[in-house]
């Protein structure tokens, strides 16, 4: 079994939009959609799911699916989802932290689990 990375990577951006549209385009497929995914599914509650789907998505062209179960999900501030973006074996866990300042939305994201591998480290998808 390989290492697994303890420290949680982390990274806060502003988006000048509302809390609650922020909220909406990591929580509903149809928005997602419009920025991240080709068909996305979710169930935005606890012991909901995410399902993400791409194709020819990015620089890499990648085409492919993952996703996972939704751990937490308080509309406009919160939402947690586990997924497996470096293989089925490792489940990475993302928080979506929402901070509304004056500005607009403090976008907070933060995930954990990667392995101490070249992958992992590099958080390549599959």
Same mark, same amino acid.
């Given at each position: 079994?390989?290492?697994?990375?303890?420290?949680?990577? $982390?990274? $806060?951006?502003?988006?000048?939009?509302?809390?609650?549209? +922020?909220?909406?385009?990591?929580?509903?497929?149809?928005?997602?959609?419009?920025?991240?995914?080709?068909?996305?599914?979710?169930?935005?509650?606890?012991?909901? $799911? !995410?399902?993400?789907?791409?194709?020819?998505?990015?620089?890499?062209?990648?085409?492919?699916?993952?996703?996972?179960? %939704? %751990?937490?999900?308080?509309?406009?501030?919160?939402?947690?989802?586990?997924?497996?973006?470096?293989?089925?074996? +490792?489940? !990475?866990? +993302?928080? !979506?932290?929402?901070?509304?300042?004056?500005?607009?939305?403090? +976008?907070?994201?933060?995930? $954990?689990?990667?392995?101490?591998?070249?992958?992992?480290?590099?958080?390549?998808?599959?």
């Amino acid at each position: 079994m390989d290492p697994i990375v303890r420290e949680h990577l $982390s990274t $806060s951006i502003l988006i000048r939009a509302d809390i609650g549209r +922020v909220y909406d385009a990591f929580t509903m497929a149809a928005d997602l959609d419009e920025w991240f995914t080709d068909g996305a599914e979710v169930d935005a509650r606890p012991g909901g $799911s !995410i399902r993400f789907r791409w194709k020819d998505w990015g620089p890499d062209h990648y085409t492919g699916e993952d996703g996972g179960p %939704v %751990v937490e999900a308080r509309r406009p501030e919160l939402f947690e989802f586990r997924w497996h973006p470096v293989g089925p074996d +490792v489940e !990475i866990a +993302v928080r !979506i932290e929402l901070i509304e300042v004056p500005e607009g939305t403090i +976008v907070r994201l933060t995930d $954990s689990g990667y392995p101490d591998t070249e992958r992992g480290r590099t958080r390549q998808l599959e």
